[in-house]
């Protein structure tokens, strides 16, 4: 039973990875990603955290722009 139960469990982590990941293609999943994904790049290189946050929410606040723009 226990082993039943760990598969079981490990089901359920794999379930909800795919629904991460399904989440990630979309595209706020996408500009959320490049947001945090540049905000812990920008850290990384030594920037402070204020700045950092700055720059990588302008990245992303423009790559959704651009994703979601209307067809006129």
């Known amino acids: 039973m226990a082993l039943l139960a760990r598969l079981l469990q490990l089901l359920r982590f794999l379930e909800g990875l795919l629904e991460f990941l399904d989440f990630l293609v979309t595209p706020l999943g996408l500009v ?3 947001g945090l994904l540049g905000y812990g ?32």
């Open 32 to 34: 959320a990603g490049v």
């Open 41 to 72: 790049l920008l850290l990384f290189i030594g920037l402070d955290a204020s700045t950092a946050a700055t720059l990588s929410g302008s990245v992303a606040l423009g790559l959704s722009c651009i994703i979601t723009r209307p067809s006129f």
